[in-house]
């Protein structure tokens, strides 16, 4: 079966067991998940015309809106977690953020904090928010429509003013890595360490289709987020040995170097350092041995973020030369090819996680939404690695 049939059928099947096609009254709606599955129906239509899953891809906009931009069924309060009236909210339903979608509720202000439950407890992640704001990017793209991109720029300034904060005697902003539902209250006050850059990348690309692709002059908001992000992004380590988060410096490289193609401005040595610290983690995590361990002791989401990042980096070199502006052009590039010889990891990771029996472990069970999708955008990922 070919790639693209294989990222048919998962997404397909996501839309039934999740409530999107056939719809129900109770979709299982998550932030994350959903984001990647919209990219990867606006890829379907745009790789085959096919009409169906550009308004999958719309449909599920709305019931992510309409599920985690309100309140959960088992919470006292009601209504937009914006607090905005019925009407209002459908008018900007990110205005308030989105919840992540987690099965349980959020930790309440009388509770005291459990690590471990707290991953399964609500709240609002940035990194999950910068994901949507991807999303909606790319649904103004395709579809020309103004409003998603309305809806992007506010989801991301209500993102930005909640997680942000200045340290009292502090000169520079750090960032929260978990909200409550109504960005009143850090959940986690620690800095998730790839966020600021998530959302300087994040920033940027809206402030490029605004001012590009519907001429939206001056977004000043915009302006002062990025330089923000910006600030914070100065210094920070990027090396990490989770593939997820390797996967990420590259798809956010990617991001940036395409940013840089469409004349968008990106600081000089940042994409260098991004691509540095994905070296460092690739050599250290190819080392682990943990592709070699069976399915049972792995999470394919994470290794599939890899890949997702590795198929970005197999682009680069495109980007890099039809970019001769590119602030130190051929250093990037020579970190690209360097880069590209961890390649094959790619086509490892999604030959292991085709094979059905490696499907059957509860490790892939317990979190097969995310993992479908996820080995659909590996499979087919120019919708998700687009900006």
């Given at each position: 079966m070919a790639h693209g049939d294989y990222a048919r059928n998962y997404m397909e099947d996501f839309a039934r067991v999740t409530g999107l096609q056939p719809v129900s009254e109770t979709p299982r709606r998550y932030l994350w998940t959903d984001a990647f599955a919209v990219c990867n129906y606006l890829e379907l239509f745009r790789a085959g015309g096919d009409e169906k899953y550009r308004n999958l891809a719309l449909r599920l906009v709305?019931?992510?809106?309409?599920?985690?931009?309100?309140?959960?069924g088992d919470d006292p309060r009601s209504g937009w977690i914006s607090g905005l009236s019925e009407e209002e909210g459908e008018m900007h339903p990110t205005i308030g953020g989105l919840r992540i979608g987690k099965t349980l509720p959020e930790r309440g202000t009388d509770e005291q904090y459990d690590d471990v439950r707290e991953w399964d407890q609500d709240g609002q992640y940035y990194h999950y928010l910068t994901k949507w704001v991807h999303a909606l990017n790319r649904v103004s793209r395709v579809t020309g429509d103004p409003k998603f991109l309305r809806w992007a720029i506010e989801l991301g300034h209500v993102a930005?003013?909640?997680?942000?904060?200045l340290p009292r005697g502090n000169e520079r902003k750090r960032m929260?890595?978990?909200?409550?539902?109504?960005?009143?209250?850090?959940?986690?006050?620690?800095?998730?360490?790839?966020?600021?850059?998530?959302?300087?990348?994040?920033?940027?690309?809206?402030?490029?289709?605004?001012?590009?692709?519907?001429?939206?002059?001056?977004?000043?908001?915009?302006?002062?987020d990025i330089a923000d992000m910006r600030?914070?992004?100065?210094?920070?380590?990027?090396?990490?040995?989770?593939?997820?988060?390797?996967g990420?410096?590259?798809?956010?490289?990617?991001?940036?170097?395409?940013?840089?193609?469409?004349?968008?401005?990106?600081?000089?040595?940042?994409?260098?350092?991004?691509?540095?610290?994905?070296?460092?983690?690739?050599?250290?995590?190819?080392?682990?041995?943990?592709?070699?361990?069976?399915?049972?002791?792995?999470?394919?989401?994470?290794?599939?973020?890899?890949?997702i990042g590795l198929a970005a980096a197999e682009t680069m070199p495109v980007w890099i030369e039809n970019t001769p502006s590119l602030t130190n052009r051929e250093v990037?590039?020579?970190?690209?090819?360097?880069?590209?010889?961890?390649?094959?990891?790619?086509?490892?990771?999604?030959?292991?996680?085709?094979?059905?029996?490696?499907?059957?472990?509860?490790?892939?069970?317990?979190?097969?939404?995310?993992?479908?999708?996820?080995?659909?955008?590996s499979l087919a990922p120019e919708g998700f690695l687009g900006i």
């Open positions: 709305d019931q992510v809106h309409h599920t985690l931009g309100r309140h959960r930005h003013a909640a997680f942000t904060y929260y890595w978990k909200m409550s539902i109504d960005l009143s209250r850090p959940l986690v006050p620690s800095m998730g360490q790839h966020d600021p850059l998530d959302g300087f990348v994040t920033y940027a690309e809206l402030l490029l289709t605004a001012t590009q692709d519907f001429g939206y002059p001056g977004q000043p908001g915009l302006v002062e600030a914070i992004c100065q210094g920070l380590e990027m090396t990490t040995t989770d593939p997820l988060g390797i990420g410096l590259l798809s956010d490289a990617s991001r940036l170097i395409q940013i840089a193609g469409r004349g968008g401005q990106v600081p000089a040595g940042l994409i260098v350092t991004i691509l540095e610290g994905a070296r460092r983690g690739l050599d250290a995590y190819t080392r682990s041995g943990s592709l070699d361990l069976p399915a049972r002791h792995r999470l394919a989401f994470r290794e599939l973020g890899l890949s990037v590039l020579g970190r690209v090819n360097v880069i590209l010889h961890y390649l094959p990891l790619r086509e490892h990771i999604e030959r292991f996680w085709l094979v059905p029996a490696n499907q059957e472990p509860a490790s892939w069970t317990d979190h097969r939404d995310i993992n479908r999708v996820m080995l659909a955008t």
